[in-house]
């Protein structure tokens, strides 16, 4: 089927926010399946019930212990249809704003180190507040890292242009901010407060990453070095995020091969500079193609 070719295709040569998106859809549909199969053999749902027991986190610290890699699946699983889609549209947004700006090889880092700070600050608030998170069972889905990637986006450019639907051009820092607003209100009243306080932790967790990069500390490098030694590839240079801007002069825009790497990095930090002030689109042809090899190095 072409369908199944064209997600192959993407997973194979898409960036890491397309593969996400695939694996969370791939999950997806395997519970859809475990529950049109327990239906149709009258154990209603039994099969999905038993899925989630495996692979969403427990609040329990004895059953986390015995079951530890909860604390990584549970941030691919999503049994709701809107709670799936709308996750994976913001991971889509916000995600590939993140990668353009920081580098493709620094978005799987954030979405599995966020996922798993997000449900240990979900687990720490628990037993911090019995009460109100009473009735809370098991944690899923990928809200927390989805928050990450929106704070760490609006972190590094802050004034970073979205074209909104009866709003026009509005700055991401507003966007996060009353998205942000939201998930607390909807805490105070929602039953799910669990996964609301995986959003806290996912949020700081993405401020935390950019706050550390802007101080020369790459917290993907470790895990981005790990997989290069298990798949046998030969480790690439991280693209670095400052904050200060200067300005280039001298070298053909599109020719960032015969750049020196300090010549290089002020390159692109010229185009950050002008993405921040008016947004991604207002950058030409040639800056476009910079940004895009430099997250590729």
């Known amino acids: 089927m072409s369908i199944i070719r064209d997600a192959k295709n993407t997973f194979r040569f898409g960036n890491m926010i397309n593969r996400l998106i695939l694996v969370n859809v791939g999950v997806f549909l395997v519970m859809l399946l475990l529950l049109l199969i327990s239906r149709a053999t009258g154990h209603n749902k039994e099969f999905v019930l038993t899925a989630l027991q495996w692979l969403a986190m427990p609040y329990s610290g004895y059953e986390l212990l015995t079951h530890p890699y909860?604390?990584?699946?549970?941030?691919?699983?999503?049994i709701e249809p809107m709670h799936l889609l709308w996750n994976m549209l913001a991971m889509y947004w916000f995600g590939t704003i993140f990668g353009d700006l920081a580098g493709d090889r620094r978005v799987l880092p954030l979405y599995l180190y966020a996922g798993i700070f997000g449900s240990l600050f979900s687990l720490g608030a628990?037993?911090?507040?019995?009460?109100?998170?009473?009735?809370?069972?098991?944690?899923?889905?990928?809200?927390?890292?989805v928050m990450a990637m929106m704070f760490a986006a609006a972190t590094l450019s802050p004034d970073y242009k979205l074209n909104l639907l009866l709003f026009g051009r509005v700055s991401i820092k507003y966007v996060v901010f009353v998205y942000a607003?939201?998930?607390?209100?909807?805490m105070a009243g929602d039953l799910n407060a669990g996964g609301h306080f995986a959003h806290i932790g996912g949020a700081l967790f993405g401020?935390?990453?950019?706050?550390?990069?802007?101080?020369s500390t790459d917290l993907s490098?470790?895990?981005?070095?790990?997989?290069?030694?298990?798949?046998?590839?030969?480790?690439?240079?991280?693209?670095?995020?400052?904050?200060?801007?200067?300005?280039?002069?001298?070298?053909?825009?599109?020719?960032?091969?015969?750049?020196?790497?300090?010549?290089?990095?002020?390159?692109?930090?010229?185009?950050?500079?002008?993405?921040?002030?008016?947004?991604?689109?207002?950058?030409?042809?040639?800056?476009?193609?910079?940004?895009?090899k430099a997250s590729k190095d």
């Open 126 to 145: 628990f037993y911090a507040f019995p009460e109100f998170l009473r009735g809370s069972g098991t944690l899923h889905g990928a809200s927390g890292a």
């Open 221 to 292: 490098v470790g895990f981005n070095n790990i997989v290069d030694k298990l798949s046998y590839r030969r480790p690439q240079p991280q693209q670095k995020v400052r904050v200060t801007y200067r300005r280039q002069f001298g070298a053909p825009d599109n020719d960032i091969q015969s750049m020196s790497p300090s010549e290089k990095q002020r390159r692109i930090d010229e185009i950050l500079d002008k993405i921040s002030k008016s947004g991604y689109e207002s950058l030409t042809k040639e800056e476009k193609e910079i940004l895009f």
């Open 181 to 186: 607003i939201v998930d607390l209100f909807a």
């Open 207 to 215: 401020w935390f990453f950019v706050f550390m990069l802007r101080r």
């Open 70 to 78: 909860t604390l990584i699946t549970n941030i691919f699983l999503h």
